[in-house]
């Protein structure tokens, strides 16, 4: 069937049981909280069957990116990590009501060969109290412009050094907030692979034929 899109992956009952979930985290700062809390999302997904890797971007080289230089540093073992994802979760601090450029770099040595038909969760973590909406609906606009499949669940941690402990524990492990972040994990999982019906068996089955 011509489905319109480049993307058709074949998928066995073993990769549906036992999704790879990559994250992203757009920040390279020392004690990052948007770390921490990509931690609790990948420790949820793990629980949930996934393996996982968590993409940090201090130990890449990446340039700032050029289109006329898309191998540049490290470009070709980020792709090939993104690559082997089932599953992508992208976390970002909110940096000046957007999300931080060591993210959009990564983002942008990668294309529709790394992101197009995969599954993708959100997560925005901010100093302020509450300005990370903004941010995470640039990020689902970009994740979208790539035919991802973006989770409706998403998560914004605002007051992010109240939220966490030195260690990167959630100080309050029963809020809201904490339930939030791990059910990200636990829904990436659950939605790794959207796997479209066949349009014969849809046309069968609307049918009754048997
Ligand atoms: C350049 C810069 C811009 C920032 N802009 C905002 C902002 O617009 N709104 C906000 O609430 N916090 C802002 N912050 C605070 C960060 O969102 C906050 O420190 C966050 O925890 C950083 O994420 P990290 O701990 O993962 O590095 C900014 C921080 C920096 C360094």
């Not at 036992?18 to 793990?46: I, W």
């Not at 992208?90 to 060969?113: M, N, R």
């Not at 903004?134 to 499949?149: C, E, F, G, I, P």
């Amino acid at each position: 069937m011509e489905s319109g899109f480049a993307y058709q992956r074949s998928i066995t009952v073993t990769d549906l049981a036992r999704p790879h979930v990559v994250a992203l985290c757009g920040s390279l700062r020392a004690g990052s909280y948007t770390k921490m809390a990509l931690q609790h999302v990948l420790e949820a997904a793990k629980a949930a069957g996934a393996t996982t890797d968590c993409i940090d971007l201090r130990t890449l080289e990446l340039p700032v990116f050029d289109a006329d230089s898309q191998d540049a540093g490290d470009a070709d073992r980020l792709r090939q990590r993104v690559d082997a994802a089932d599953a992508i979760i992208l976390g970002t601090p909110v940096y000046h009501g957007s999300y931080a450029s060591p993210l959009k770099t990564a983002i942008d040595y990668c294309g529709f060969d790394e992101f197009e038909g995969k599954t993708v969760g959100l997560l925005a973590v901010s100093g302020g109290p509450s300005s990370y909406p903004d941010t995470l609906a640039q990020l689902r606009l970009v994740a979208q412009s790539l035919h991802a499949w973006v989770l409706p669940q998403q998560v914004g941690i605002g007051a992010a050094s109240e939220v966490f402990d030195e260690t990167g524990a959630f100080t309050e492990p029963n809020h809201d907030l904490a339930r939030r972040t791990r059910t990200l994990g636990s829904e990436i999982v659950s939605y790794a692979h959207i796997v479209p019906i066949e349009e014969d068996a849809h046309v069968v089955a609307v049918r009754g034929d048997a």
